[in-house]
Structures are given as structure tokens and as C-alpha cells.
């Protein structure tokens, strides 16, 4: 049984920081493309940033100098460091790896105050 399990939200002032870690399991994420999307109430799922298999990384446009994504395949963990973090930056987040088979996580929630 495949499981995604992030952890790490929580509330934050604006401008602070916070680290989300995407714990994986029934999978070998090295062959995976590992992802971190948000949903904000009332919005649509979208992108954060995405690393391939072979480390290649993409940002939303909206993250980029500010969040950064890496894996640790050994570990089985994805995570996602994010710095000066805005009020727009509140959502739930979700872990996700996608090889042939798409798999979610169930969420943790990041709320910006400020």
C-alpha cells in the first residue's frame, strides 16, 4: 500500500519560514517525480514545485527564489523549504509522486498571518 505523508505545516508569521517533509512508503521514489502542490479554500489545486527523478526541479512562478524542493531517496523523503512566506501562501499542501500511477498524500495545512 502506497502511502504520502507530509508533515510540517503549521502557522507562520508573514516573512518567516517553514519546512515540510513528504514521508513516502509501498513505493521506491527514486524512480518517482516528486511534487509539492497547494489548494487554497475556494481555489484550485496547482503546482508548488516539482523534482524529477533525476533531480531536474521546476517552481511555480509564484515560489521561485523563495521555496526550494529536494529529495532524499534513501530516506524515502521529499521536502519542501519555503522562506519568506506570504499571506497568499496559505493552503493545504500535498505531497505527490507520479511514475505511471499518480499518488496523493492527505495534506498539511500552511497558514500565513499577517
Known amino acids: 500500500q502506497v502511502q504520502l505523508v507530509e508533515s510540517g505545516g503549521g502557522l507562520v508569521q508573514s516573512g518567516g519560514s517553514l519546512s515540510l517533509s513528504c514521508a513516502a512508503s509501498?513505493?521506491?521514489?527514486?524512480?518517482?517525480?516528486m511534487a509539492w502542490y497547494r489548494q487554497a479554500p475556494g481555489k484550485q489545486r496547482e503546482l508548488v514545485a516539482v523534482i524529477s527523478s533525476g533531480g531536474s526541479t521546476h517552481y511555480a512562478d509564484s515560489v521561485k527564489g523563495r521555496f526550494t524542493i529536494s529529495r532524499d531517496n534513501a530516506k524515502k523523503k521529499v521536502y519542501l523549504q519555503m522562506s519568506s512566506l506570504k499571506p497568499e501562501d496559505t493552503a493545504a499542501y500535498y505531497c505527490?509522486?507520479?511514475?505511471?500511477?499518480?499518488?496523493w498524500g492527505q495534506g498539511t495545512q500552511v497558514t500565513v498571518s499577517s
Open positions: 509501498g513505493i521506491i521514489i527514486d524512480t518517482h517525480d
Open positions: 505527490h509522486a507520479e511514475r505511471l500511477v499518480n499518488y
